[in-house]
């Protein structure tokens, strides 16, 4: 399989994201049910009262909308990363049930680190050769346990580094992702889940715009959190997330 690459992909959603959102959040001050509330809000748009309630900060009603992606080509460094973010459900791609095998590359499936790409072609090459390294490692250690399958594999993948790569179904609540974005998209952040939360967003603004044109690192919006660390480049990333219409 050798090198692979990020994907991201909005698998699922709420229905009507926004409209859920202004329902839940006008329900609160109404004395109408909940048909009569639904009708109402149907039959208007919504967009002006979702901009303000996001604007003001009421988000509990953003809770109630969900989006599930479907991310491959990530490393292994990438999910310890993600599941730092706690309020989400995940399932993950099991090193102990699936057998890490190559295929006419001689190697499992793993990242490149761009930082390492950029050294040049005989730094890559280095590269590429370590994982195959590991992946005869891999299988050495399968042999040796007997090759039973996942009583094998458990302890086999041991030597495999944090570029292998990994796949994943991860949902979260709209609130949980405007978080995420607002700390994953920084400049500081990681490279690969800067990577992956750059699509994540690309695929939300198209189902929930209003909602996700707040979106961005911190410094958008408000002031940077780095401190000293700032990456200075405010005004970019202002041209970059700010508001979308």
């Given at each position: 399989?050798?090198?692979?690459?990020?994907?991201?992909?909005?698998?699922?959603?709420?229905?009507?994201?926004?409209?859920?959102?202004?329902?839940?959040?006008?329900?609160?001050?109404?004395?109408?049910?909940?048909?009569?509330?639904?009708?109402?809000?149907?039959?208007?748009?919504?967009?002006?009262?979702?901009?303000?309630?996001?604007?003001?900060?009421?988000?509990?009603?953003?809770?109630?909308?969900?989006?599930?992606?479907?991310?491959?080509?990530?490393?292994?460094?990438?999910?310890?990363?993600?599941?730092?973010?706690?309020?989400?459900?995940?399932?993950?791609?099991?090193?102990?049930?699936?057998?890490?095998?190559?295929?006419?590359?001689?190697?499992f499936a793993y990242i490149l680190p761009p930082q390492i790409e950029a050294l040049g072609e005989d730094a890559v090459k280095k590269y590429d050769n370590q994982m195959r390294t590991m992946q005869v490692w891999y299988n050495e250690w399968v042999e040796a346990l007997g090759n039973k399958g996942e009583s094998s594999n458990e302890d086999a993948r041991f030597v495999l580094p944090n570029a292998a790569e990994t796949k994943m179904i991860v949902t979260f609540n709209a609130r949980e992702l405007l978080h995420v974005f607002s700390y994953r998209l920084c400049n500081r952040a990681q490279w690969e889940f800067r990577t992956v939360a750059d699509a994540m967003l690309e695929e939300v603004r198209k189902v929930a715009p209003i909602i996700f044109s707040y979106a961005g690192p911190h410094c958008v919006h408000s002031v940077c959190l780095e401190g000293k660390k700032s990456c200075g480049k405010q005004a970019e990333i202002k041209a970059k997330y700010g508001k979308k219409e």
């Open positions: 399989m050798g090198r692979t690459n990020v994907k991201v992909r909005l698998l699922e959603h709420t229905p009507n994201p926004e409209n859920v959102v202004a329902m839940a959040a006008k329900l609160c001050y109404s004395n109408a049910n909940i048909g009569e509330l639904l009708e109402k809000i149907e039959s208007n748009d919504q967009s002006n009262f979702i901009n303000g309630l996001v604007a003001m900060g009421h988000m509990s009603p953003i809770e109630h909308i969900s989006f599930t992606f479907g991310i491959e080509g990530v490393s292994r460094a990438f999910l310890a990363q993600i599941t730092r973010h706690r309020i989400a459900s995940f399932s993950v791609k099991s090193q102990r049930y699936t057998k890490a095998i190559g295929d006419g590359t001689g190697t």
